[in-house]
């Protein structure tokens, strides 16, 4: 490491522009782990959905709704091993700003479906004998300060109760964690058939199915088998795989991951015209130097390297210090307050921008290096 006194020595030269250098790429990696932390986020649980369940919706649309007869036609299919319901409910807590997932279930069966949904046992012997039981995710219970006991009224914006009004009750029974950090827990669960006995329209109708296979490796067959079963219905399906109907479900809100691949793109090719500028910048105003450099008899490799190194200290110093910063501004929380309710920074993404930050430096270097290993010692003494 005989060259690190000169390259401090140089960054010392200009210290306000070896600091705003420095401090742009410091900003560049800690919006890098706020886009990485928002794309988790906005996955839904793509990542980890269950390789073995596959959905069944209305093949139109994800709004239109299914008969709840098909469960049992679908359970005689070759390769089912079990089928369930959900139904969107899309009521309001309070105000309309108050947004979460409520589903209506089948609880011993939704919870038999997705093992990732951790409730205590008596929680959920009570959600099952209680009518107008409902259990929470720990992120909304949070929210809100819900406790297992009270009641949670909700103003409906589809179904509406026969007793007239909107708004339903719920008895809180049961608050749900994760067993992995990817696992969303802001959902609210109720069960289906207090919906199905209280609303006004849409008796005997569900959002969609919830489908395991006896083998994953024929999930193919079975959703084709499944949708051939209900062709030239009223009700025709359209069959996926759990991780492409949650996918599908994110972008109807556009498609997030898209926009924020967008916006790293254009943030680390601006921070790579900044760090490559100031890179140039440097080796130019030392063209003497490194001609002496030459001169005593450092090789055209050495100069190369020398050069690299100094690029790739500031890219891989403030890429660390941005990745630090971000990670633990992100383990303070979601920001919005609730509206993303798996917000981390994903280690692989830690490791992705360690990558980044090595590549901006190599890259910012290289033209530079390059004229430097190229420079004639002769020519460059002559210059001033």
């Known amino acids: 490491m005989r060259f690190l006194p000169l390259i401090l020595t140089n960054f010392k030269r200009h210290k306000l522009r070896t600091t705003l250098t420095l401090l742009s790429v410091i900003v560049a990696f800690i919006?890098?782990?706020?886009?990485?932390?928002?794309?988790?986020?906005?996955?839904?649980?793509?990542?980890?959905?269950?390789?073995?369940?596959?959905?069944?919706?209305?093949?139109?649309?994800?709004?239109?709704?299914?008969?709840?007869?098909?469960?049992?036609?679908?359970?005689?299919?070759?390769?089912?091993?079990?089928?369930?319901?959900?139904?969107?409910?899309?009521?309001?807590?309070?105000?309309?700003?108050?947004?979460?997932?409520?589903?209506?279930?089948?609880?011993?069966?939704?919870?038999?479906?997705?093992?990732?949904?951790?409730?205590?046992?008596?929680?959920?012997?009570?959600?099952?004998?209680?009518?107008?039981?409902?259990?929470?995710?720990?992120?909304?219970?949070?929210?809100?300060?819900?406790?297992?006991?009270?009641?949670?009224?909700?103003?409906?914006?589809?179904?509406?109760?026969?007793?007239?009004?909107?708004?339903?009750?719920?008895?809180?029974?049961?608050?749900?964690?994760?067993?992995?950090?990817?696992?969303?827990?802001?959902?609210?669960?109720?069960?289906?058939?207090?919906?199905?006995?209280?609303?006004?329209?849409?008796?005997?109708?569900?959002?969609?199915?919830?489908?395991?296979?006896?083998?994953?490796?024929?999930?193919?067959?079975?959703?084709?088998?499944?949708?051939?079963?209900?062709?030239?219905?009223?009700?025709?399906t359209k069959t996926e795989s759990e991780g492409a109907f949650l996918k599908a479900f994110a972008e109807q809100m556009g498609n997030i991951g898209a926009i924020i691949r967008a916006i790293l793109t254009a943030v680390f090719f601006t921070i790579l015209l900044v760090a490559g500028n100031t890179m140039a910048q440097s080796v130019r105003e030392r063209i003497s130097e490194l001609g002496v450099m030459k001169a005593i008899g450092f090789s055209d490799a050495q100069v190369l390297a020398f050069v690299l190194i100094e690029s790739l200290l500031i890219a891989v110093v403030g890429g660390a210090i941005g990745l630090v910063i971000a990670w633990f501004a992100i383990a303070g929380g979601d920001p919005t307050g609730g509206a993303l309710p798996v917000f981390f920074f994903p280690p692989a993404d830690i490791v992705l921008g360690v990558i980044f930050a090595i590549v901006l430096g190599l890259v910012t270097g290289a033209i530079p290096a390059w004229q430097a290993m190229r420079l004639n010692p002769v020519e460059a003494l002559r210059r001033e």
């Open 31 to 236: 919006l890098f782990g706020y886009l990485a932390a928002i794309g988790k986020a906005f996955d839904l649980g793509v990542s980890i959905a269950g390789q073995d369940r596959l959905i069944v919706r209305h093949k139109v649309s994800l709004i239109q709704l299914l008969p709840a007869s098909y469960e049992a036609d679908m359970e005689k299919i070759e390769g089912v091993a079990n089928a369930t319901h959900s139904t969107w409910f899309g009521g309001v807590y309070q105000e309309p700003r108050n947004f979460f997932a409520q589903m209506a279930v089948e609880p011993d069966e939704f919870m038999e479906m997705h093992p990732e949904f951790v409730l205590p046992a008596d929680q959920r012997k009570a959600w099952e004998a209680t009518k107008t039981g409902a259990v929470v995710g720990r992120v909304t219970a949070e929210r809100f300060g819900f406790k297992v006991g009270q009641k949670v009224p909700l103003q409906a914006t589809i179904w509406r109760p026969k007793s007239g009004g909107s708004s339903w009750t719920f008895d809180l029974v049961g608050i749900f964690d994760g067993a992995t950090k990817e696992t969303d827990t802001s959902g609210f669960l109720f069960r289906s058939d207090y919906l199905q006995e209280n609303n006004v329209w849409g008796e005997g109708l569900v959002g969609w199915y919830i489908i395991r296979v006896t083998d994953p490796a024929r999930a193919e067959e079975v959703a084709k088998k499944i949708d051939e079963q209900f062709a030239n219905s009223p009700a025709e």
